[in-house]
């Protein structure tokens, strides 16, 4: 090969692509995505949804059962489903407040309700047949009032145990009652839980209520919960589709069948009496609306049957609309 053959530097450097250096590197900068390897997220957001849509359904539990537990106006909706650390979860609480850890038999664990105690007290003076009237007092509940706001609880968890039910069968009873959030210790402080937090309401009182479940707890049926909550697919028994087709076969239904509309003055329409003909444009060959509930569903042909008039349905409705597309 000649020397001349050989291609100069400037020809080689018009031959490579340019490449922007400070971009390739801010570009690799830009990839690298912040992670916590203390606190790593150990559910999905497949599984975190599926936890929102369960904690959704209990605050509607809730919403339906609590009113005739309390015999006043209750409602409960759910804010937020996050996961995070157990000593985060107890940092966001209030102190003093009332928790309520509950041991659940099936998953081998225990997970806690905490009840605000901008709540806690009217619930308690609600129970005690009082009014229920909103309180800011900021002290810690006594043992006797933690007793009475046990048997809230206990019907609070009732209620959680009847939305696992599609899942699971739970064994969940209350076993002790803590005031300071430190004191309490489900799991260990870097634990990963998943945190639900609702606000509820009682009469004219506010207040917040969370459940602290700890994602160890969750992970035998968490994939279980999953599949089930996003199942499209569910079997019915024949006896029970017989059985509700039955019940239906005695419902009654509006049916009626129209002819075409027509303008007609407001003196003729005072002058009519019986025995009188109210002409129409409606043509002998042109089919007749038969609606069902006010729903046009079938086409019909008018007839005589017995010295009455009839309709006699020819087709349905879907079936001529997709002849005359065709």
Known sequence: MNKSELLSNEEMSALLPEVDLANSERDKRNR??????????RLSKEQVRSLYLLHDLFANGLSSGLPLFLRTFCEAN????????YSEYLKGLTDPTTIFPVSVQQLKGVFAIEINNS????LIDKMLGGEGKPTNELRAASELELSILEA?????VDTYKEVWKPVIELTAE?????????????VAPNEVVAAAIYQLQIGEAKGSM????????LEPVIDQFS??????SKTTAPEATASLLKTLSTVNFPVAAELDKIAAAVSDLMSLEKGDVLRTNHRVEKPVNISVGNTNK???????LENRIVVQVSELKEEMTSQAAA
């Open 32 to 41: 690298v995505l912040p992670y916590n390897f203390r606190r790593p997220d």
């Open 78 to 85: 759910l804010i937020s489903v996050e996961q995070q650390s």
């Open 119 to 122: 709540i806690a007290f009217p």
């Open 152 to 156: 809230f609880v206990t019907v609070v």
């Open 174 to 186: 209350v076993t002790a009652h803590e005031t300071r959030p430190q004191l309490l210790q489900i």
């Open 210 to 217: 969370s459940l602290c479940l700890p994602v160890g707890m």
């Open 227 to 232: 599949q089930s909550a996003n199942s499209t």
């Open 298 to 304: 079938f086409y019909g042909k008018l007839a005589a």
